[in-house]
């Protein structure tokens, strides 16, 4: 896996289906880079994910989904 720094501005936020519990869940945070992961199912075997500060540490979407829900979706936009 292969890690660029993001450009200022863009935050990842946290979804999930109304009525999951997600009181344990950090809510997302800033994107600090985009990561290159391997995906057999991409097209050509890799896709592009965020790399986001929450909850004190840095997270791709799949190690986030692993720690708190696989019922979890993942947002990018620009900050507040």
């Given at each position: 896996m292969g890690v660029v720094p993001?450009?200022?501005g863009l935050r990842?936020?946290?979804t999930a289906q109304p009525g999951s519990d997600t009181a344990a869940v950090p809510g997302g945070g800033?994107?600090?880079g985009w990561a290159l992961v391997a995906d057999e199912e991409a097209a050509g075997?890799?896709?592009v994910?965020?790399?986001?500060?929450a909850a004190g540490?840095?997270?791709t979407p799949d190690q986030?989904?692993?720690a708190h829900g696989q019922?979890?979706?993942?947002?990018?936009?620009r900050g507040s």
């Open positions: 993001a450009f200022a990842a936020d946290v800033v994107v600090i075997g890799t896709r994910d965020p790399v986001f500060l540490r840095a997270w986030f989904r692993a019922n979890l979706g993942l947002v990018v936009g």
